[in-house]
């Protein structure tokens, strides 16, 4: 069974950054929203989809190049399809607006976004980009790679969902399939690939990985020492 | 002619359509690449390899109608080669993009590059052809977004996601995997065994998880 309207991922931070782009993926489109703490992308459209909103001025300067880079590359690890839509800065009061010079650096980063097999969308301002984000999940609605399960687990079903979360890259999406389809984590540890893909809605490779990673023999002595402090 | 079929193009050269010959887009990216100019492309304007070809939308183009339209679908039912569309965004022609966009890359799947003129476009296919070169030429390491296979150890994201079972800290963790080993023998073990390492009572918990 098709909901009508299909369900967006959305990270925290596009509350700050994306606020427009929310508003209206609720009030225009009516689509389902979720925010939720996704860290890797700012959208999860579908069970294979991300989609990171980038300004044009961080494609333009050397110095996100590797914030970006790192970012996209650890999405592909994590999903089959990724998309970023290139949205034009918003001109602040008192500004005149800046004739945009597309210069070969940035040139060079749409090129190799091309050839790394990303997908690019042009947006003019985060209206449109709300368009654009409910055209993709439609898209995805259609080609049955929708996310269709609860996307608000409570309780214990919360700590599991943690529990899925933090296996190396499974996505928040694949994380609510397992939470949904299997009753519990001994259930998903003793499935075999196969019917971890089906179950988690993941593609072959990525069921192997978990598969993997869930039968993977600890060896202490592999174990990094002395990890850093984090957060210091 | 539909001419759609993939031409085999030297090594670091552009092949471009006849009718492009003397144009801006062309006197720029001559001296910068090797540019052949080849009756019979079709519905192709230039190829940057023999899989990767770029169809060239003007201005003029998306304000006549959906000629253009035709061509790209056209284009796409015909040929099996990656397609990059490249279109000339101007004041003029802005109104038509987001149109534009929807069929190229949602509906066909193709790439879209907007261009405020032919100077940017030739621009543009410059750095397409170097990626080009570089991806003939294997350097993979070259394009930042190219995500490398790297094995990496699953040591710590194993003993990560034991620490979210309740009651399980990171010193629990490490005497849970010492003794079962991995996230399977961990889920199939029995309490009793559990309470053998850990207490009763985060025997039970990890049971009960």
Redesign the interface.
């Known amino acids: 069974d098709h909901s009508p309207s299909p369900c967006i991922l959305a990270d925290t931070r596009e509350i700050s950054s994306g606020p427009a782009v929310l508003s209206c993926l609720r009030a225009v489109h009516g689509l389902r929203v979720q925010v939720c703490s996704l860290g890797s992308s700012d959208y999860i459209v579908s069970n294979r989809l991300a989609v990171d909103r980038v300004l044009q001025s961080e494609l333009q300067s050397p110095g996100n190049?590797?914030k970006l880079?790192q970012r996209?590359?650890h999405l592909?690890?994590i999903f089959e399809r990724i998309c970023v839509i290139v949205e034009t800065d918003r001109v602040r009061p008192g500004e005149t607006s800046r004739l945009?010079q597309?210069t070969?650096f940035y040139?060079?980063v749409?090129?190799?976004?091309?050839?790394?097999g990303?997908?690019?969308?042009?947006s003019s301002c985060q209206e449109?980009t709300a368009?654009l984000l409910k055209?993709?999940a439609l898209?995805e609605l259609r080609k049955d790679a929708a996310i269709q399960v609860p996307t608000e687990p409570e309780g214990h079903q919360r700590?599991?969902l943690?529990?899925y979360l933090?296996?190396?890259n499974l996505s928040y999406g694949a994380a609510l399939n397992l939470c949904h389809s299997f009753g519990s984590?001994?259930a998903v540890?003793?499935s075999s690939v196969p019917v971890l893909a089906a179950g988690a809605r993941l593609s072959r490779p990525q069921a192997e990985e978990l598969h993997?990673?869930?039968?993977?023999?600890?060896?202490?002595q592999?174990?990094?020492q002395a990890?850093p402090a984090k957060g210091k | 002619p539909v001419t759609t079929e993939s031409i085999v193009v030297p090594y670091g050269h552009v092949v471009g359509n006849e009718k492009w010959r003397g144009s801006e887009v062309a006197q720029r990216l001559q001296g910068k690449v090797r540019l052949i100019f080849e009756d019979g492309l079709g519905l192709v304007d230039f190829h940057l390899s023999n899989r990767t070809c770029i169809l060239l939308i003007s201005e003029a183009d998306l304000v006549a109608g959906d000629e253009f339209k035709r061509r790209l679908v056209r284009f796409r039912n015909a040929s099996s080669l990656k397609g990059i569309v490249i279109v000339e965004k101007t004041q003029i022609s802005d109104q038509y993009y987001s149109g534009v966009q929807k069929l190229v890359v949602l509906e066909l799947g193709m790439v879209l590059l907007p261009v405020a003129n032919q100077g940017e476009a030739s621009q543009l296919i410059i750095q397409l052809v170097s990626f080009c070169v570089r991806e003939q030429s294997r350097d993979r390491g070259a394009n930042p977004f190219l995500r490398k296979q790297r094995a990496q150890l699953a040591e710590p994201a194993v003993l990560q996601a034991v620490q979210h079972i309740p009651g399980v800290g990171k010193t629990k963790a490490l005497l849970l995997l010492q003794q079962f080993g991995s996230i399977h023998r961990l889920c199939n073990t029995s309490i009793n065994e559990l309470e053998q390492v850990v207490g009763q009572t985060v025997a039970q918990q990890i049971y009960t998880f």
């Open positions: 190049r590797n880079s996209l590359r592909q690890g945009f597309q070969q040139d060079g749409l090129s190799a976004l091309v050839q790394a990303i997908r690019i969308l042009f449109e368009a055209d993709l898209l700590d599991i943690n529990f933090s296996i190396p984590i001994t540890a003793n993997r990673f869930l039968r993977h023999q600890f060896d202490l592999l174990l990094p990890l």
